[in-house]
Nanobody
């Protein structure tokens, strides 16, 4: 079992930047593949980015965030990050981190553990 806690969400203006963090506790963090998802009001939860259990260069992004967002992890700190640059109003959502055993998974059902979410609001 692993527990996940997101932080870093806030209100930001269009074009601004934010860094979200996902702190993990419980079983060995480095054993899990990790991902970020987001959910806007009235919409389904959608994939944002994923990173392999070993981190490094093996990452995968949704087309909507490619080139603007960067996922990373620090296994020594049991923490995953999402650096978000060039934010747009359509990025407004609750952002969730997730952990699972399938590397670079892109659907919610492929992840086993979820955080409670952190709100990101981008004003126009």
């Amino acid at each position: 079992q692993v527990q996940l806690v997101e932080s870093g969400g806030t209100l930001v203006q269009t074009g601004g930047s934010l860094r979200l963090s996902c702190a993990a506790s419980g079983r060995t963090f480095s054993s899990y593949a990790m991902g970020w998802f987001r959910q806007a009001p009235g919409k389904e939860r959608e994939f944002v980015a994923a990173i392999r259990w070993s981190g490094g260069s093996r990452t995968y992004y949704a087309d909507s965030v490619k080139g603007r967002f960067t996922i990373s992890r620090d296994n020594a700190k049991n923490t995953m990050y999402l650096q978000m640059n060039g934010l747009k109003p359509e990025d407004t959502a609750v952002y969730y981190c997730a952990a699972g055993v399938i590397n670079l998974a892109t659907t919610p059902r492929e992840y086993d553990y979820w955080g409670q979410g952190t709100q990101v609001t981008v004003s126009s």
